[in-house]
């Protein structure tokens, strides 16, 4: 047993010695994306014997998720060419789990571009922008419409959709640990724009609500910076996931919850992708051009003279703060967010 163990122990540490090379090599190669890219181009275009038309969204968790509806109206656009989406290697995975391309390239370099005519496969580059990436006018459509605009093209539907199989789920709920005996309620505190921000505080009092009422698994995702601190790391009856989840696993647990509670951001676009009910905390922009289209969504927000002021002419505030202090995210009450909450999850355990 000895002697034919040695072969095996001998090619085990020799894949741990290369496997980290290869690793590196093979995210190298990535980001020499005008060495990869043509190979996995022609590649996707020899397997489905089509030219190509491309997509091209690079960045932003919700954005991408929205233009996911945009892929069906491209294919009716152009029949006979295969759908190509174009993004970061990051958040590659939203485009797999929709299956609303042929197929979906990763970039690690966000300049990433492909022009119409490259190598004899691409016939159309659509590069999706909205509205509001330009300065001084705030968005006056839903996203999921203002984004189809920047490729002149009509959905014939605006939900986007992922399908997460259940294995990853499975894997998702072992990897983490995950209650099968509880349900399970994911709260997105941030931190993101000042502007869209809720105070910490409100956040622990929902949470404290939130445990006090219902027999919920809490858990917390969004950023926590290395080196740099955040009032929202340190909240008490949570489990905290933030920045420990992959994409895919992002989308599999919000798909196995039963409650989404977010600031204005990328979740709450996967919460109406998977068709788990969310509440959105909403201020200087307006819920109706960002909750999910067709899925159960609930925007709260303060009754204040500047609210969504985002949608104004010019915009009435910056990333970084607001001539008003963000009062619209200060004023909304814990007792507005939990019954929007009530709303959702029913009659809690002490009704």
Excluded at 295 to 304: E, K
Aim: one cysteine or more; charged letters at 20%.
């Amino acid at each position: 047993m000895a002697r034919s163990a040695s072969p095996m122990l001998k090619s085990i540490v020799s894949a741990c010695f290369f496997y980290p090379l290869l690793r590196r090599w093979y995210f190298h190669l990535r980001s020499l994306d005008g060495l990869y890219f043509p190979l996995w181009l022609l590649f996707h275009c020899v397997r489905l014997r089509r030219r190509a038309v491309v997509l091209r969204r690079m960045e932003a968790l919700g954005d991408v998720v929205c233009c996911l509806p945009i892929c069906a109206a491209v294919r009716e656009k152009h029949p006979g060419l295969a759908v190509i989406f174009v993004t970061s290697v990051t958040l590659r995975p939203i485009v797999t789990l929709s299956t609303a391309a042929n197929g979906a390239y990763g970039s690690t370099s966000s300049d990433f571009t492909v022009r119409p005519g490259y190598l004899g496969l691409v016939e159309k580059v659509y590069n999706i922008t909205a509205t509001d990436n330009k300065e001084g006018a705030g968005p006056a459509t839903h996203l999921v419409d203002d984004l189809a605009a920047s490729c002149d093209v009509r959905l014939t539907e605006r939900q986007p959709r992922l399908y997460p199989p259940p294995s990853l789920e499975e894997k998702t709920r072992r990897k983490f640990n995950l209650p099968r005996n509880r349900p399970l309620a994911v709260i997105n505190p941030g931190p993101t724009w000042a502007v869209r921000n809720w105070p910490s505080d409100s956040w622990q009092t929902l949470v404290n609500e939130l445990n006090n009422n219902y027999d919920v698994e809490i858990i917390q995702i969004g950023l926590k910076r290395r080196m740099v601190s955040s009032p929202y790391d340190n909240l008490k009856g949570v489990r905290p996931l933030m920045s420990l989840l992959r994409i895919d696993e992002l989308v599999a647990l919000i798909a196995m919850s039963r409650l989404v509670v977010s600031i204005d951001s990328g979740p709450i676009h996967v919460a109406g992708a998977v068709g788990t009910p969310v509440v959105g905390l909403y201020g200087a922009l307006s819920p109706e051009l960002f909750l999910p289209p067709k899925s159960r969504g609930i925007g709260v927000y303060a009754d204040v003279p500047c609210l969504f002021c985002h949608h104004k002419t010019s915009v009435g505030h910056w990333i970084t703060c607001c001539a008003n202090d963000v009062q619209c995210m200060s004023s909304l009450t814990p007792a507005v967010v939990f019954a929007a909450v009530a709303d959702v999850l029913g009659k809690g355990k002490n009704n």
